[in-house]
């Protein structure tokens, strides 16, 4: 036995647009304004008070609201007399205000401020229309045309088809006489608006894709920069190990009979092994890279002489103090320190003024305080990535992962004229 399915057929066209005016007129509502607008401005107050910021669109808005409710009474005002109506000049106030209103609303409230026009428009036609033609000031119709645009910008397309098509037919109730060029006005305002609303959205998923692409382009970098670092402790590491068996064969010859020296080598074996251990903590939970380990000599604290010699010649004075106890600083603490005052160097001559850079180390008790800083050149925004509001080049995230590694502390910003980098290190202890 065969079970036919229903397939659904779509909503018809009787639903669709009731649907789409029933949103327009009673349930819809609007997007919420931006959060970052344009057209404000900032206006220093006298006295050193705080200054106040200007919205020129509503206040453009507003001056518009009061010419068209000016010119709406002057409209008015003439054929009134004229036909000898009956009733107080306030009532064409009152209607000039009504039709002005919507314009001061549009901007935060665009569908209420719609709906408002398509009360006060009908109502105010009906009461002058005796001897006005056409039954409505021309700021009126100005007003009409920027609420439907900000509509169709704020609104969905089905609130703005709803929209459109009441406009329409209100236009051509209203007066037949300017059916067709009000009509025309409506429809190229919605194509207006909703066009800005399409470029705006297209202009939002493009920023969300861009952001997405830099945090994962970040997060590669700091997955690359992780094995690496896992690379270098592994040879530090090996290291140590490589010293530990050497000695292990060779105290028991040396010390022959005496007791002693077997147990001073036996103490410096065990000492190089608690070093290693503490060493060995720092490659926990990060892997090694399949294509095998960079077997080279790492550097250390010993070779920053080295990073002054390689700036001079580029042109740039490195000048490196240090204080404390530097000679006995593990080497994975060494290495980073050294990799953090290389880095700094580097983006001070990628991007730095030419001025000189000041590395300062200092060993206080079980932490080593690296400080690095270099001029940064003239004008707003400079950072080390090179161009304004861009973010941190991949250098400053490789010295934050080293750093994080071991369980210290890191941080990189302008100060005044100098950018500087911060980090403190642990130097660490025994292992229980």
Request: aromatic fraction near 4%; include cysteine.
């Amino acid at each position: 036995m065969i079970h036919q399915g229903r397939i659904a057929k779509p909503a018809p066209l009787v639903r669709v647009v009731a649907r789409a005016l029933l949103r327009a007129v009673v349930t819809g509502t609007a997007d919420p304004p931006p959060a970052r607008r344009r057209g404000q401005v900032r206006v220093p107050w006298p006295r050193g008070r705080r200054g106040v910021t200007l919205d020129l669109v509503r206040l453009g808005d507003a001056v518009v609201a009061f010419v068209a409710f000016a010119g709406g009474v002057a409209y008015m005002e003439g054929p009134a007399a004229a036909a000898r109506w009956p009733h107080d000049v306030a009532y064409l106030v009152i209607m000039s205000a009504a039709f002005s209103l919507p314009l001061v609303l549009r901007d935060r409230w665009p569908l209420a401020a719609w709906r408002w026009a398509l009360l006060a428009l009908p109502a105010g036609a009906a009461v002058v229309g005796g001897f006005v033609s056409p039954p409505y000031p021309p700021g009126a119709a100005i007003v009409c045309l920027l609420v439907a645009y900000s509509v169709a910008v704020r609104c969905d397309g089905a609130i703005t088809a709803g929209v459109w098509l009441v406009s329409c037919l209100t236009a051509v109730a209203v007066d037949v006489g300017t059916a067709v060029p009000a009509v025309a006005g409506i429809t190229v305002a919605v194509l207006f608006g909703h066009n800005v609303r399409a470029r705006r959205l297209a202009t939002g998923k493009l920023a969300e894709e861009e952001r997405r692409a830099e945090d994962a382009l970040a997060e590669r970098a700091a997955l690359a920069e992780r094995a690496r670092i896992a690379r270098e402790l592994h040879d530090v590491v090996a290291h140590h190990m490589s010293v530990i068996a050497i000695q292990a064969e060779a105290v028991p010859l040396r010390a022959g009979d005496d007791a002693a020296r077997l147990a001073q080598g036996l103490a410096e074996i065990r000492a190089l092994s608690l070093k290693t251990l503490a060493e060995m903590r720092q490659v926990v939970g990060v892997l090694r890279g399949a294509e095998g380990a960079d077997t080279a000599p790492q550097p250390g604290l010993h070779q920053l002489g080295e990073l002054v010699e390689t700036a001079s010649r580029a042109g740039v004075t490195l000048r490196v103090s240090g204080s404390g106890e530097l000679g006995d600083v593990p080497g994975t603490v060494g290495l980073t320190a050294y990799r953090i005052v290389q880095e700094s160097l580097s983006n001070a001559m990628r991007h730095g003024s030419g001025s000189d850079v000041t590395a300062e180390l200092v060993r206080d008790g079980d932490e080593l305080r690296i400080r690095v800083a270099n001029g940064l050149p003239a004008g707003p925004g400079a950072t080390p990535g090179g161009l304004p509001g861009k973010r941190p080049g991949h250098g400053l995230v490789g010295m934050r992962e080293r750093v994080a590694m071991l369980g210290g502390t890191f941080s990189a910003g302008r100060a005044g004229a100098e950018f500087v980098v911060r980090a403190t290190l642990p130097i660490g202890g025994d292992i229980g």
